[in-house]
């Protein structure tokens, strides 16, 4: 696929108003943005709302705290729960997925001797949490490797291979971070199931990115965040957990409604600023006047695209990656002995900024070093020629 035929599929497929919608970010022009899956980029119609919240807020907190608060956050449980496809009732939301993972692990009641089961895919702040928690209890971490191009078979088998009966949860990614991957998290949730183990997800690329049916995935906990695809604003993310547990999950923070249980507890931590959360009916609102649809195509077509480009330029082969076509992530491997370590990786992460002008994630897994790429809606297929060709002068 050329750039000239991306960039005329995507006339064709989104219409003459794409260009236009590029300008709903106050991205730096000057830089291209291929990150998108790290902190995501908030669209101006968000901030804007969000904006427009910490106005009313501030105009008088006593009405703000005392009538307006609850039933705005009540809106936006909603509005979150629509987009998973699930009940707002089975919803809370938390600040991000690492604070949903952190509370499920606190509510979980782990003893010494326990153990749990996590792949070498996890996020690195999931995996410290769950070592703190363990440490804390007595119980243990264990790792399973899974090869970055496993069938989902063969993952299921290999988390099968190391359930025990001192397991006490399987902790995996539905799109994990370093790999840009999918876990067939329904089917390990059914492993783990007929050993009554319970299965927590990492679903931080989920919302947005994936059509997330959380009442049919058969799993224990789920959490994950609608500011990285879902265009919401930062700090904002959904914590479902099914019923059988929802009396024993409380938040981190005990406040006010904690008396009244899940989800209603998580609703009023204090005095933080909820204008994240309160702006989460407008993501929504701002995503699918886009076209749920139309983004995600768009977003797997151009990373598509971006994933051939830059491994023809530097000469690699992608038969070791995964091509999952529903993804908005792609990985690209560097050549053999670029970035296998984190300080290098750092170090080429900083020189692509600086000398080829992009923003991109670069990762030291399993001793090698990979380019992750994204793609949104304000990305053009030009934007990773440009990647394509400075990348390949840089490491030569």
Known sequence: MTADVAAEGSNELWGPDW??????????????HLNHGSFGAVPGPV??????????????PMRYFRTIRTPSIVAARQAG??????????????????AGVSTVLAGLGLRAGDEIVLTDHAYGAVALAAKRFARAAGARVASVKIAL???????????????????????VDQV???????????????????????????????????????DSLGVDFWVGNFHKWAFAARSVAALWVAPRWRESIRPLVISWNDEQGYPTSFDQQGTTDDSAWLSLPDAVRFFEDLGVDRVRRHNSTLVAYAQETLATALGVSLADVCSDPRMSMRLVPL????????????????????????????????????IRLSAQVYNAPAEYD?????LSDLIR
């Open 19 to 32: 260009p236009g919608v590029r300008e709903s970010w106050s991205l730096d022009p000057h830089r291209a």
């Open 335 to 370: 050549p053999r002995g670029v970035a296998t370590t984190e300080e290098q990786a750092a170090r080429l992460y900083a020189s692509i900024a600086d000398k080829i002008g992009a923003e991109v994630a670069v990762i030291s897994w399993s001793g090698r070093g990979w």
């Open 47 to 60: 901030r804007e709302a969000q904006d427009r919240w910490r106005d009313l807020i501030d105009a008088n």
């Open 176 to 214: 994990t971070s370093p790999t840009a991957r999918a876990f067939p998290v329904g089917g390990i949730a059914e492993m783990a199931r007929s050993h009554d183990v319970p299965t927590l997800v990492d679903g931080a690329h989920a919302p947005g990115m994936l059509d997330v049916r959380l």
């Open 149 to 171: 191009t496993a069938s989902d078979e063969e993952v299921v088998q290999r988390l099968a291979e190391a359930v025990g009966p001192r397991t006490r949860l399987v902790l």
């Open 386 to 390: 440009q990647l394509a060709v400075g």
């Open 81 to 98: 729960a629509s987009l998973l496809q699930t009940s707002p009732e089975a919803v809370a939301l938390v600040a991000n997925a690492t």
